[in-house]
């Protein structure tokens, strides 16, 4: 692996924060493969409120929290937390705030139903990782999004923060899963995406923020795809197509180490 790699991991769950599934083990594994193989990785990930900070040890980085990021004319404290992961030489920090995250679920409730505030959720996610990268002035030259709930992060990377030298030399990568949701997220998605200083033809795409439409969104702003799992919606899987981007076909779980890194390299000799 290219040994100047820096790779930012962007996840919505990772074990062993999260119960395990084909997102969150590889969001635990991935990113200690390629750190083993000579690349330096950062993991953001939200701090759900079903996480145990006592257990899994988390702990507020004082010199990275405070900032308050203004979403829809609210302002909401980012609070950013650690842990590191038992048996790696692993850390993963976690995206915080008391009005988004306190909340004892992910994004669904106990009966099942997605949260009327995930969009908003998703937009302080997206802003509190890549703030929180500026503060620790460490220049990524992957990030790497994972499903749905990070898909708005490449437009601020290719729209808002495109000239900050933090972010200017980078390929952003995204991984698609079968993972979707029913119904929409907030149709006003657009609009306080609009508010940060995105133009709305750049937003057309969500119109209506299914997950379908999110995950195309995501890709229209990606360099690269990944397919992370064996089944994609047959819709996104030909917009996919159509895109013309590198795609890295779904490689299973016992072979896919070498098979990332290989993808990785690739991206970064263009």
């Known amino acids: 692996m290219n040994n100047n790699a820096k790779i930012l991991y962007i996840c919505q769950e990772a074990t062993p924060y999260l119960p395990e599934n084909d997102i969150s083990a590889l969001c635990r594994h991935l990113p200690q493969a390629m750190q083993e193989r000579g690349a330096e990785i950062r993991i953001f990930m939200p701090r759900w409120g079903c996480i145990n900070e006592r257990r899994n040890q988390l702990h507020e980085v004082i010199r990275l929290s405070g900032m308050n990021l203004i979403i829809d004319d609210t302002d909401h404290q980012l609070i950013i937390k650690v842990a590191s992961i038992p048996s790696a030489r692993v850390q993963v920090y976690f995206i915080d705030n008391e009005d988004f995250f306190k909340r004892k679920a992910t994004w669904i409730d106990a009966e099942g139903n997605y949260f009327e505030d995930n969009e908003e959720r998703a ?16 220049e990524p030259n992957i990030v790497h999004c994972h499903d749905w709930f990070t898909a708005i992060v490449p437009i601020y990377l290719k729209k808002i923060f495109r000239n900050d030298p933090i972010f200017k030399n980078l390929k952003i990568v995204v991984s698609v899963y ?22 709305k033809d750049d937003l057309s795409q969500l119109a209506t923020p299914d997950y379908v439409n999110l995950m195309k969104f995501a890709i229209q ?15 996104l899987a030909a917009y996919i197509e159509s895109s013309g981007k590198p795609v890295l076909p779904y490689v299973s779980n016992e072979n896919y180490e070498d098979a990332y890194a290989e993808f990785y390299d690739k991206l970064l000799e263009k």
């Open 123 to 138: 937009i302080f996610f997206a802003r509190g990782v890549l703030e929180t990268v500026k503060k620790l002035r460490w």
């Open 178 to 199: 079968d993972h979707s949701f029913p119904g929409t997220l907030n149709t006003d998605l657009a609009g306080k995406l609009a508010q940060e200083g995105m133009k």
């Open 221 to 235: 702003y990606a360099d690269a795809i990944i397919l992370g799992s064996e089944h994609i919606e047959p819709e």
